[in-house]
Nanobody, 120 residues
Framework: QVQLVESGGGLVQAGGSLRLSCAASGSIFSINAMAWYRQVPGKQRELVARISSGGNTNYADSVKGRFTISRANAKNTVDLQMNSLKPEDTAVYYC??????????????WGQGTQVTVSS
């Protein structure tokens, strides 16, 4: 019914930048919130950044001042600008959306993930 597709991952040197994008498509009434998570082997998936329909943002303490989440509602997209990347940022990054498929029902959806590798 709804799918999220990420792009923009890759390999970058420490101190460099990457911009991740996520596009939502399908039967969408509205998007209430979107977020980026990341996961490394042996660890639980963790929230990196979140943005609400009103534009309020939340960031993990480890990325504050380095990452910026933004939305383009007309295109049903969310981006994550990642600057000053560190090796500890290496992970699979997942797009997450709280999507209203009707005025009365909202569901969570996940993208397939995109690999970000930061070398030292």
């Amino acid at each position: 019914q709804v799918q999220l597709v990420e792009s923009g991952g890759g390999l970058v040197q420490a101190g460099g930048s990457l911009r991740l994008s996520c596009a939502a498509s399908g039967s969408i009434f509205s998007i209430n919130a979107m977020a980026w998570y990341r996961q490394v082997p042996g660890k639980q998936r963790e929230l990196v950044a979140r943005i609400s329909s009103g534009g309020n943002t939340n960031y993990a303490d480890s990325v504050k001042g380095r990452f910026t989440i933004s939305r383009a509602n007309a295109k049903n997209t969310v981006d994550l600008q990642m600057n000053s990347l560190k090796p500890e940022d290496t992970a699979v990054y997942y797009c997450n959306g709280l999507v209203a498929v009707t005025p009365q029902r909202a569901n969570e959806y996940w993208g397939q993930g995109t690999q970000v590798t930061v070398s030292s």
